[in-house]
């Protein structure tokens, strides 16, 4: 069954984020011309707020703001059940690929370069309303009966950053920031975010990083050929004898005697 439809949801309820008042302006009066319901926030994080407390059907938000910048705030949404699936255009005045390129990792839809064109801008809005509202359609069609109605409703915050702080980490475990940048990257600041591992997780941003580290090291030595070398850098340890350290405390053997043993396992199934 196909759901494409062309034509977009009329009166679609838009949430604009932006700290320039001029610009908001200008995008009010194209998306009103749509009958488009708007809502504003004036910064990332009012932003973040008033999309899980709203839940717009698409986000339009400025990368570059006071306070956290639109990257964070989209880390938050895609982090948080109850907005992941939430459309976000990001808006630019940068023509920077590299700014782009991260936008879209973050799980932005789309880039609008500024001063916007208000025609690209509903042109794209269109489309990517058309687009979730598909996904919308084929989801509830194939959704599981039985699950739990009120299942992602009103998300705890802190799991949100959780969540969002866990996926920034694993996302590239060789260079993982210092805690007051993972903190500000996410949203928040570096007491905040060690409070919520404490709770969430049980365990300090150290040493969380430290077992997905070696978690990831392990599965590389049983299931790659990279060596032992490789492995300490592509998980984020700055030296092999570092890294077999803290591999024996771990796991109670160093590395190469755990690929040793998963080798003679092997050959001996």
């Known amino acids: 069954m196909s759901y494409w439809s062309t034509t977009p949801p009329r009166r679609a309820h838009i949430l604009l984020v932006d700290d320039n008042v001029d610009e908001l302006q200008l995008l009010i009066a194209a998306l ?9 926030a004036f910064d990332a994080l009012q932003g973040y707020r008033r999309a899980t407390a709203l839940r717009p059907d698409l986000i339009l938000m400025d990368v570059r703001m006071g306070g956290i910048d ?3 705030a989209c880390r938050l949404l895609k982090a948080d059940p109850a907005t992941a699936h939430i459309p976000v255009i990001f808006l ?23 001063p ?5 801008v509903l042109a794209r809005v269109t489309v990517h309303l058309v687009l979730a509202s598909s996904k919308e359609a084929a989801r509830r069609d194939t959704a599981c009966t039985g699950a739990p109605k009120d299942e992602g409703r009103n998300p705890s915050p802190d799991r949100a950053i959780a969540l969002a702080a866990e996926r ?29 591992f404490r709770e969430q997780k049980g365990c300090t941003v150290y040493e969380f990083v430290r077992d997905t580290r070696l978690a990831e090291a392990r599965r590389l030595l049983a299931e790659s050929a990279l060596s032992v070398e490789e492995v300490a850098l592509a998980v984020g340890f700055s030296s092999q004898a570092n890294f077999s350290t803290a591999f024996r405390e771990r796991f109670g053997s160093t590395p190469t005697g755990f690929r040793y043993a998963r080798a003679g396992a092997a050959s001996e199934a």
């Open 32 to 40: 009103k011309g749509e009958e488009h319901r708007i809502s504003l």
């Open 70 to 72: 639109g990257f964070a």
């Open 92 to 114: 630019t005045a940068s023509g920077s690929v590299e700014e782009r390129l991260t936008g879209l990792r973050e799980g932005a839809v789309d880039y609008i370069l500024k």
């Open 116 to 120: 916007c064109e208000p025609a690209e």
């Open 168 to 196: 920034l980490v694993k996302s590239d475990l060789a260079n993982v920031p210092a805690l007051p940048a993972l903190a500000a990257r996410v949203g928040t600041h570096e007491k905040r975010l060690s409070r919520i």
